[in-house]
């Protein structure tokens, strides 16, 4: 998990967990009238074999440094600021909130009970009866974000029942597009052209802006946030005092991807060329593959697959994702201070290997100009070198590679030596002569024809399709 909580253990003495059985901690945030008040939290077990009742906290821990006392079972324990501020909000004024959060339900100090705890998660955030999804406490732009994400919600209901008849209208209106008002505007139902000092004061492209800037929160890049809206049966986004389904803020968020000119995807993107709702559409893809197609990951597919995601300890980009795996039981969790991140590494990286049964792992392995660590063998992949994954050598998790004689059964691959060497023997089947040119994506003939500040294409419609397949045929594709 994060980095541990600094206050004393005595409070988990009289709440010991059970590791015979799935045996759970929960915190009981105690009511209080007074928003300003300290808060009180108690602890209690349960065992999750017997259906207890309870929320669940997804939240990113902020600056484990910058702390704030609470009071637990009557002794002070430092929270972080942002898990502070969370409990001020989630706190009610009359009843007990009983609720799973992992700083406080869990021994951050007892690695052994870490090591217990983490292949529960799955099953934590699966029974409880909503994942509450904490972004932080409210800004100056998060209260316009959340109220143009609502307009967006209810206009994304209404499009469903006609086909999104007119938000395509708008979109091909040739007056809004020269103005430039499209989007935005259809979504608060603004007219084109100004009607009002409010429209200039703060124009709907601010509520956009806004939009932008509540999506590049912390909490959207925190690799444990995965598992845990995957397995939620139902969440809620809370941000300050705002609040919307799960459901209703992707369907909002999706509709102002819709509900745009053609370009007005890049004006928003990072200094790393990553749109501001990459992360979400990743959480989006994963949670629908999980709830609806019962699918779950190699490890080779998982670890590429959330590569982007960050943690505050390295060995975490692994173990967040034990829970998103077929075979959760091949990752050994393991936060042993003498055990280098590297080992971590190295041992998924082998049971990749193991669970394939070919060398598709290697697909994952370029060169790149960032630090790779110097005892790193030479065929581990970039999966866990920070920035590696914003590049357009990634090979898709269904391209196949062998090197055998095609079918993969005649090749034996294995990994010796402290998972160290990768042993591989196979067939000859030729010397490679020529190298082509790395076929061009979609974004290298955006970025070569159609520059993001830009509303007109550098060429030609005629061109660009010439030049395209020119360069296709060059690679060899046919």
């Known amino acids: ?11 988990y003495s009289p709440h010991r967990l059970s590791t015979s059985r799935p045996d759970i901690r929960l915190v009981v945030i105690h009511p209080s009238a007074d928003s300003g008040a300290p808060i009180r939290c108690s602890l209690r077990v349960v065992c999750l074999d017997n259906g207890p009742q309870y929320e669940a906290l997804s939240y990113r821990w902020g600056d484990a440094k910058i702390t704030t006392d609470i009071d637990v079972e009557d002794t002070v324990f430092a929270v972080t600021t942002n898990l502070a501020a969370a409990l001020q909000q989630l706190r009610q004024k009359d009843k007990e909130r009983e609720m799973w959060i992992d700083a406080i339900c869990i021994n951050q100090a007892d690695k ?49 029942k006609n086909g999104f008849l007119r938000l395509n209208q708008e979109n091909n209106s040739l007056l809004a597009s020269t103005l430039g008002r499209t989007g935005p505007y259809f979504i608060l139902d603004k ?35 995965i598992q845990e809206v995957a397995f939620a049966r139902s969440a809620v986004v809370l941000c300050g005092r705002d609040s919307m389904t799960w459901d209703s803020f992707i369907h909002a968020v999706r509709l102002v991807e819709m509900a745009k000119a053609p370009l007005y995807q890049y004006r928003y993107r990072n200094e790393s060329g990553v749109a501001p709702q990459f992360f979400l559409s990743i959480l989006t893809q994963t949670r629908d593959a999980i ?32 829970g998103l795996l077929n075979h959760p039981e091949a990752i050994e969790i393991d936060y042993d201070d003498k055990t280098p991140d590297q080992n971590i590494f190295r041992r998924a990286a082998a049971r990749a ?11 994952d392995r370029h060169d790149h100009d960032h630090d ?3 005892d790193a063998p030479s065929w581990l992949p970039d999966w866990f070198v920070p920035g590696s994954l914003h590049r357009g050598e990634a090979v898709s998790a269904e391209d196949c590679f062998c090197a055998s004689r095609g ?3 005649d090749a034996q691959v294995r990994v010796v030596d402290e998972d160290r060497r990768l042993l591989v023997s196979g067939h000859v089947i030729d010397q490679i002569k020529r190298v082509g040119r790395r076929r061009p994506s979609y974004a290298d003939f955006g970025r070569e024809y159609w520059s993001w500040d830009s509303r007109l294409p550098r060429k030609d419609p005629y061109g660009i399709i010439v030049n395209s397949c020119e360069a296709l045929s060059a690679t060899g594709w046919r």
């Open 1 to 11: 998990m994060e980095p541990p909580n600094a206050a004393s253990s005595n409070i």
């Open 291 to 322: 709830t609806v197609d019962k699918k779950y990951f190699t490890i080779r597919d998982a670890t590429r697959r959330f590569a982007p995601f960050e943690s505050s300890e390295p060995r975490d980009k692994v173990f967040a994702l034990r």
């Open 372 to 374: 790779r660590p110097g």
């Open 191 to 225: 007219p084109i052209l100004p009607t009002g000092l409010a429209d200039i004061l703060k124009p709907p492209e601010a509520y956009h802006r806004a939009t932008v800037t509540l999506l590049r929160r912390d909490w959207f890049r925190r690799v444990w946030i």
């Open 112 to 160: 052994g009970e870490k090591k217990n705890q983490i292949p529960l998660m799955r099953a934590i955030y699966s029974n409880s009866t909503h994942v509450v999804i904490w972004l932080g406490p409210q800004d100056a732009t998060s209260r316009d974000a959340f109220h143009f994400l609502s307009k967006a919600a209810e206009k994304y209901s209404e499009g469903r």
């Open 353 to 363: 290997v193991e669970e394939a049964g070919d060398l598709s792992l290697l697909l």
């Open 407 to 409: 079918d993969g059964k």
